[in-house]
């Protein structure tokens, strides 16, 4: 089930969410650009759970910030910037352009703590706004429950369009999270298939949270 559009016009313009999305774009080109440098670079700003709990100083606690703008592979970046660009809009427009980056912001850091406390003793950086975007998921689900959103579903070699309240297909998405995050606490490692998936449960239950304290610039469930 892979969302295409929504049927939910943002009436500012999400000047927040085009930024996010060409800072994490342009971030991942320059990871294209380092060659044989490339594991240094992501050894220094991603998230690595058993360096951060042995070192807490400024320096390697920002990583849990700075990871969430590095990405892995193309379908990666692409998978999680199509999410923020179908949905993240109505949540900037809800939440005002400051407000919705830090939301997003604290998404992150609410993936990136999941992930940490999932696997304190990992040496692999974690890596991917798939944290924050799953907050923005969750607010989106609090604020339009019922909007249209459009998914394509594989059907054999052709995909077939159908049009599905908000509320089923992020709906169906955490469950998802959630079945793979039991899976891979029974499995060898908690980072079965490269998916930290506890990043995106924990950004989905900070988003809950975030989007019910902050303040809105207006009313827009619906």
């Known amino acids: 089930m892979i969302p295409i559009r929504d049927e939910n016009p943002a009436r500012t313009f999400p000047i927040i969410t085009l930024a996010l999305i060409a800072i994490n774009s ?4 320059f990871e294209l650009s380092l060659g044989s ?23 390697v606690l920002l990583t849990m910030l700075t990871s969430i703008f590095l990405h892995g592979g193309w379908f990666h970046l692409f998978g999680n910037m199509l ?6 809009n109505n949540v900037e427009d809800a939440l005002g352009h400051f407000g919705f980056l830090i939301f997003y912001l ?42 249209g959103v459009d998914v ?7 995909f077939t369009i159908i049009r599905l309240p908000a509320l089923v297909v992020i709906g169906f998405w955490f ?5 793979s995050g ?5 499995s ?29 610039k207006r009313p827009l469930s619906r």
Do not use: C
Not at 83 to 88: N, Q
């Open 26 to 29: 342009a971030v991942f080109i």
């Open 37 to 59: 440098g490339l594991d240094a670079f992501v050894r220094s700003f991603g998230a690595t759970p058993a360096i951060i709990l042995a070192d807490r100083s400024p320096a």
């Open 83 to 88: 999410y923020l660009w179908i949905f993240g």
């Open 106 to 147: 604290l998404a992150g850091l609410a993936g990136s703590s999941a992930h940490i406390a999932a696997n304190p003793t990992s040496t692999l950086p974690s890596l991917g706004a798939s944290g924050a975007i799953a907050g923005v998921l969750a607010a989106y689900l609090v604020l339009f429950p019922l909007a």
């Open 152 to 158: 394509a579903i594989p059907l054999f070699f052709f």
């Open 175 to 179: 469950a998802i999270q959630l079945l």
């Open 182 to 186: 039991y899976f891979s606490i029974t």
């Open 188 to 216: 060898a490692t908690m980072e079965a298939g490269g998916v930290a998936w506890f990043a995106h449960i924990g950004g989905f239950l900070g988003g809950l949270i975030l989007i019910t304290i902050l303040p809105k």
